[in-house]
Nanobody, 114 residues
Framework: QVQFVESGGGLVQPGESLTLSCEVSEYKFTISAMGWYRQAPGKQREMVANTRWGDTFYADSVKGRCTISRDNAKSTVLMELNNLTPEDTGVYYC?????????WGQGTQVTVSS
């Protein structure tokens, strides 16, 4: 069964930065995409940043202050998010597409508050 290890969430102050890390293991097929999604209270889950076959994609709300990178050898994806605002608060989920199937991590809470 595909395993996720997510880290980097927590409480941060407005204007600060954080880096979320996700490592996937126990898989058998090619990982075609990895990325981060978030769900704010009372809202639907949305993409924050994603990598697919070497291309990167960002939500409009984070463009210019977000960088996603993937280490294929370690099956890890890192996402750095800068200049955080309270609107960035939510549960952040790592997503991987493996062999055409979609898998999700358990999520990590990010709270931006002073």
């Amino acid at each position: 069964q595909v395993q996720f290890v997510e880290s980097g969430g927590g409480l941060v102050q407005p204007g600060e930065s954080l880096t979320l890390s996700c490592e996937v293991s126990e898989y058998k097929f090619t990982i075609s995409a990895m990325g981060w999604y978030r769900q704010a209270p009372g809202k639907q889950r949305e993409m924050v940043a994603n990598t697919r076959w070497g291309d990167t994609f960002y939500a409009d709300s984070v463009k210019g202050r977000c960088t996603i990178s993937r280490d294929n050898a370690k099956s890890t994806v890192l996402m750095e998010l800068n200049n955080l605002t309270p609107e960035d608060t939510g549960v952040y989920y790592c997503r991987a597409v493996i062999g055409g199937w979609e898998y999700w991590g358990q999520g990590t809470q990010v709270t931006v508050s002073s």
